[in-house]
C-alpha cells in the first residue's frame, strides 16, 4: 500500500509506505554478500565515514551523512549509494532533461520509541514532504518512503526506518549532480527546521 504527496512541477516531492511482505526490508547490521560493503555505525564511529567510498567520492553526500549522524540530527544513518544515469522514465520526462544524478540515504530515528512507531515516521515523511515542496523550482525530486527494519545490534528490534531518495535532472552530468547538490541541502535545510519545530 503506498501513498502519495506530490507537486507536479520543477520540483518534485513524494512520500510513500512500503510495508508489505515483498517490499524491501532493511536488516542491521549488514554486509554485501560479497563483502565489498557494510554497515558502518557513523553516529557513533564518524571516523568510519573515511571508509566510505561514497563519501570519498561526493564530498556533498559525506556532509550529509556527517550531519545526518551529529549529535544536532535525531537521526543515524543505515546505508547510501550514489549514481548517474541517462534511463530517463515517464516519472522523469517532467523535467525535459536527458540525464539524471540520484542517491538515497537510509535514515532512522535515534530514539527507539520514535524508531519504533509507524506513527512518528509516517508523519514525519508527511510534513517534511510538505516542507520540500516549498523549497525553490529546481529540476530535481525526493521521495521519502517508509519501510520495516529488524535491528540485531542489541537483541532484534522491529522498527521501522526512511529512505530518502533524491535526483537532480541536467543536460549532463555535472548540471545533474549540481542541481542534487543544491536539493540535498535543501533537504537538510528542512529536516533542521522541522526538527526545530519539535
Same mark, same amino acid.
Given at each position: 500500500? @503506498?501513498?502519495?504527496?506530490?507537486? %507536479?512541477?520543477?520540483?518534485?516531492?513524494?512520500?510513500?509506505?512500503?510495508?508489505?511482505? @515483498?517490499?524491501?526490508?532493511? #536488516?542491521?547490521?549488514?554486509?554485501?554478500?560479497?563483502?565489498?560493503?557494510? $554497515?558502518?555505525?557513523?553516529?557513533?564511529?564518524? #571516523?568510519?565515514?573515511?571508509?566510505?567510498? &561514497?563519501?570519498?567520492? $561526493? /564530498?556533498?553526500?559525506? %556532509?550529509?551523512?556527517?550531519?545526518?549522524?551529529?549529535?544536532?540530527?535525531?537521526?543515524?544513518?543505515?546505508?547510501?549509494?550514489?549514481?548517474?544515469?541517462?534511463?530517463?522514465?515517464?516519472?522523469?520526462?517532467?523535467?525535459?532533461?536527458?540525464?539524471?544524478?540520484? /542517491? $538515497?540515504?537510509?535514515?532512522?530515528?535515534?530514539? /527507539? %520509541?520514535?524508531?519504533?512507531?509507524?506513527?512518528?515516521?509516517?508523519?514525519? +515523511?508527511?510534513?517534511?514532504?510538505?516542507?520540500?515542496?516549498?523549497?525553490?523550482?529546481?529540476?530535481?525530486?525526493?521521495?521519502?518512503?517508509?519501510?520495516?527494519?529488524?535491528?540485531?545490534?542489541?537483541?532484534? %528490534?522491529?522498527?521501522?526506518?526512511?529512505?530518502? $531518495?533524491?535526483?537532480?535532472?541536467? &543536460?549532463?552530468?555535472?548540471?545533474?549532480?549540481?542541481?542534487?547538490?543544491?536539493?540535498?541541502?535543501?533537504?537538510?535545510?528542512?529536516?533542521?527546521?522541522? +526538527?526545530?519545530?519539535?
Amino acid at each position: 500500500m @503506498a501513498f502519495a504527496d506530490i507537486i %507536479e512541477a520543477s520540483v518534485l516531492a513524494e512520500w510513500t509506505v512500503e510495508l508489505a511482505a @515483498a517490499d524491501p526490508r532493511l #536488516e542491521i547490521p549488514w554486509s554485501a554478500e560479497d563483502g565489498s560493503s557494510r $554497515y558502518l555505525d557513523l553516529k557513533r564511529q564518524p #571516523e568510519l565515514l573515511l571508509e566510505l567510498p &561514497e563519501a570519498c567520492t $561526493y /564530498s556533498e553526500l559525506a %556532509e550529509f551523512l556527517n550531519w545526518a549522524n551529529s549529535s544536532d540530527s535525531p537521526f543515524e544513518t543505515a546505508k547510501c549509494d550514489v549514481w548517474t544515469s541517462r534511463e530517463i522514465n515517464s516519472d522523469d520526462e517532467v523535467f525535459g532533461e536527458p540525464c539524471k544524478f540520484g /542517491s $538515497y540515504v537510509d535514515l532512522l530515528f535515534l530514539n /527507539s %520509541e520514535r524508531r519504533s512507531l509507524f506513527s512518528k515516521n509516517e508523519r514525519f +515523511v508527511q510534513t517534511l514532504t510538505k516542507l520540500v515542496r516549498h523549497a525553490p523550482e529546481m529540476a530535481s525530486s525526493a521521495e521519502f518512503v517508509v519501510r520495516r527494519c529488524i535491528d540485531r545490534r542489541h537483541g532484534t %528490534e522491529e522498527c521501522f526506518y526512511i529512505t530518502f $531518495y533524491l535526483y537532480g535532472y541536467g &543536460e549532463d552530468e555535472h548540471q545533474a549532480r549540481s542541481r542534487w547538490e543544491i536539493a540535498l541541502k535543501m533537504v537538510r535545510h528542512a529536516i533542521i527546521q522541522l +526538527v526545530a519545530l519539535k
